[in-house]
């Protein structure tokens, strides 16, 4: 989950790590698969059986370790987000900056979007915390 931070996109990597690999069903299938069809004569040495499972256990901790590194990130963003209501800020959009105050906070997908209130009173929809450039 990549989360927008003011003025750019911060992204765990980690969880896009290992969630572009192999999975833990897959892993056991293959672990299994292995195992059924070694060698009676050359079985598996032990030290290699642990090194898998150790291998094994390090891929999920990893897994839950960028799971929870993207739902701090998701509060992080939000505790951002939140602290921008009521404050004049400068967004940078496909036709110029605009200056105006936060005024509503919004959650799609997960992701924070703020409505700012133009000084001409016109209402700017759908900002995300990456458009924001300045904050007075």
């Not at 040495?45 to 094994?56: G, K, S």
């Not at 005024?103 to 016109?122: A, K």
């Amino acid at each position: 989950m990549a989360v927008d931070a003011i003025g750019g996109a911060v992204g765990t990597g980690l969880g896009e790590l290992t969630r572009s690999g192999v999975s833990q069903e897959d892993f056991i299938r293959l672990f299994l698969t292995q195992l059924n069809f070694q060698d009676p004569l050359e079985p598996v040495d032990n030290r290699e059986f642990l090194a898998q499972l150790a291998q094994f256990s390090s891929v999920e901790q990893l897994r839950t370790l960028g799971e929870n590194i993207d739902a701090l990130l998701g509060v992080q963003a939000s505790g951002q987000a939140l602290g921008l209501l009521g404050r004049t800020v400068e967004v940078s959009t496909a036709s110029g900056s605009v200056i105006g105050q936060v005024t509503t906070l919004d959650y799609r997908s997960g992701r924070p979007l703020m409505s700012v209130r133009q000084t001409d009173g016109n209402v700017l929809p759908s900002v995300s915390p990456s458009q924001i450039v300045i904050v007075r």
